[in-house]
């Protein structure tokens, strides 16, 4: 044992260690990138099921249909009366439906601002109070106006005020049933959700007059089309990617395709065909809208309330109606209120490649961990590296070492090089860290309050001094202090370290979010003080590349947007929903390059 213990100290003092974290630090990279290219593989995911017993998915029969053919045509023709009218003349002429079906009816006035624009309206909703309740538990029933591509939701809106005087017919109901009638699927239902949990700001949004129980779940119609369709799309993302609980999605899918024989799909992957491909494409395409933290339709400002919600989106030219869309929604309503308990056994992160194939969070999570580790490694190999004398491992302190290990008495000056340690001065690195960080405060407040027309030239004129701020850290920094080796590894050394705490706990929230930053930020683990200056400045071409600005309008031109309405959807989800990818993006992944480019130019005294 002593042995045992006496050579890993030995390895400890061993100077070849210290060569080994930047290939491991590699490794990592390398195995967190193929982790998540394996996950579509059977061997690594598994079939979806069902773990709450009460959901009952599919064991009732549906009746909705026949009759309610006619009354749906008569509201889509009173539907189509309001067309061109306003939203209160439109709320008026909807409440006036559901107080004759013998509904409460409520409305409530809000108001956002975002990028100088300003997004009020006025929703309506109807309260259907349980025969077998108490009004302690509701379900809720969205049918925006129009849809989050602006689309007129003609069916949709005629098929939930069907359904609604459908459900007053009958008595099996354990919890109320609330149908929210927002003016469009980006700010109405935010206000309606925030009012309904007292969580709103009472200057912008008004309160609501009447409130039923608990959401125990939320569905949400968009139907924009006027012909039959083929299948189901079911949209499940919420901000920041947050997701509802699987077993919601599963009952559709199972009510869906078990009893009404329709087709389901996700993530826009209309023609699956459940190979590697299109697994990967699916959990790819999932991957990036959960981590943008974009909300993706009416159903997502529920989720952020532990409301399980999702949107049931009809799409394709088929033989399915109305009718199948009103049982698919019947079902699923019906399954929901057999609930005893919220949603809790099944998982609330996960990763879907097909509608019957996911992945849990304890095999995915080990991938942007595996790339958090990285940062983490280089972090604590600097931090060690920084002790250390820099004389030692030059060629004469390595032969006076020989000659005086032949000597068999010991003496401070016999140590071996590894254990001579030098006092670390951290204070310019903390101070070059903290301003790297206190300047992200400009961008993150700036973008999210800008008006609209002045992102674009902010924007050009903030890369442009992103790209400069480097530069003058490693001019001017030789003039008030004369920069050492130690100094620029203890500020890579910091830097790293808080990139690699904040992704490693921003993992177990958004897995997307930290995965796709932990990505784009891996150089920054290899760069250091370059002699060369042509060298230097090649290095710092490449990292502005992967810079946060370029990264940015190149997504932006990818997706074949402006950067002017890139950034002011971005400021939408700030000041609207809550999005908090701009504070990753600006104050930890650009202060952390900023902090690399300044590594690559700067230059080291002795």
Wanted: charged share 15%; aromatic share 10%.
């Amino acid at each position: 044992m002593s042995r045992l213990l006496s050579s890993a100290l030995s390895l400890r003092r061993d100077p070849r260690i210290l060569k080994l974290p930047p290939y491991i630090s590699f490794l990592c990279i390398l195995v967190g990138v193929i982790w998540l290219f394996l996950l579509p593989l059977n061997d690594y995911s598994r079939r979806t099921y069902i773990s709450e017993n009460a959901l009952l998915p599919g064991q009732v029969h549906t009746y909705f249909g026949g009759s309610e053919q006619n009354v749906l045509r008569a509201y889509r023709r009173e539907v189509d009366e309001v067309v061109d009218h306003d939203n209160y003349q439109i709320n008026d002429k909807l409440e006036d439906i559901l107080t004759g079906v013998g509904l409460k009816v409520g409305r409530q006035n809000y108001t956002y601002h975002s990028a100088g624009q300003e997004f009020s309206g006025q929703n309506l909703y109807a309260i259907l109070q349980a025969p077998r309740g108490d009004a302690t538990e509701a379900i809720v029933l969205v049918a925006a106006w129009k849809n989050v591509e602006e689309q007129l939701n003609r069916n949709g809106v005629s098929l939930a005020l069907t359904l609604v005087r459908y459900f007053k017919r009958w008595s099996l109901w354990s919890k109320d049933i609330i149908l929210v009638v927002p003016p469009d699927s980006k700010t109405g239902t935010q206000a309606w959700v925030d009012a309904y949990h007292d969580a709103h700001n009472p200057k912008l949004v008004s309160a609501l007059p009447l409130k039923s129980g608990a959401l125990q779940g939320a569905i949400a119609i968009d139907y924009p089309q006027e012909d039959h369709f083929k299948s189901v799309h079911i949209i499940y993302d919420g901000p920041n990617g947050q997701l509802p609980n699987l077993d919601l999605i599963n009952s559709i899918v199972n009510i869906a395709g078990g009893q009404m024989g329709v087709t389901t799909s996700i993530q826009k992957m209309k023609h699956h065909t459940n190979n590697y491909p299109d697994r990967l494409q699916t959990m790819l395409r999932g991957m990036l809208t959960q981590g943008l933290g974009y909300a993706a339709g009416a159903h997502s400002s529920f989720i952020p309330y532990h409301v399980d919600a999702v949107t049931l989106q009809p799409y394709g030219q088929g033989f399915q109606d109305e009718m199948a869309m009103g049982r698919l929604v019947e079902g699923s309503f019906r399954s929901l209120n057999n609930l005893l308990e919220h949603l809790h056994q099944s998982f609330f992160f996960y990763l879907l490649m097909q509608t019957d194939r996911f992945v849990s969070i304890g095999t995915y999570l080990p991938s942007a961990m595996l790339l958090a580790a990285n940062f983490t490694i280089m972090a604590i190999s600097l931090w060690v590296k920084s002790g250390q004398s820099v004389s030692q491992n030059s060629p004469e302190s390595k032969g006076k070492t020989k000659e005086k290990g032949k000597d068999k008495t010991s003496s401070p000056s016999s140590l071996p090089p590894s254990s001579q340690h030098e006092g670390r001065d951290i204070f310019l690195p903390l101070v070059t860290v903290t301003l790297c960080h206190a300047l992200s405060a400009i961008p993150l407040y700036a973008f999210n309050r800008l008006p609209a027309n002045l992102l674009a030239p902010a924007f050009a004129i903030f890369s442009v001094i992103s790209a400069t701020i480097p530069i003058l850290i490693s001019l001017l920094t030789p003039i008030f202090h004369k920069p050492t080796v130690q100094h620029f590894q203890l500020t890579k050394c910091f830097s790293l370290l808080v990139l690699g705490m904040c992704l490693s706990t921003l993992a177990t929230l958004n897995f997307s979010l930290a995965f796709l930053i932990g990505l784009l930020a891996t150089p920054l683990s290899f760069v250091r003080p370059i002699k060369n200056p042509i060298s230097r400045w090649a290095v710092a071409g490449l990292l502005n590349v992967v810079a946060p600005p370029t990264v940015v309008y190149t997504a932006a031109q990818i997706w074949s947007v402006s950067i002017a309405d890139l950034l002011r959807e971005a400021s939408f989800g700030w000041n609207v929903w809550g999005m908090y990818t701009p504070v990753l993006v600006w104050c930890l992944w650009w202060p952390a390059w900023m902090v690399g480019v300044v590594n690559v130019l700067g230059t080291p005294f002795a």
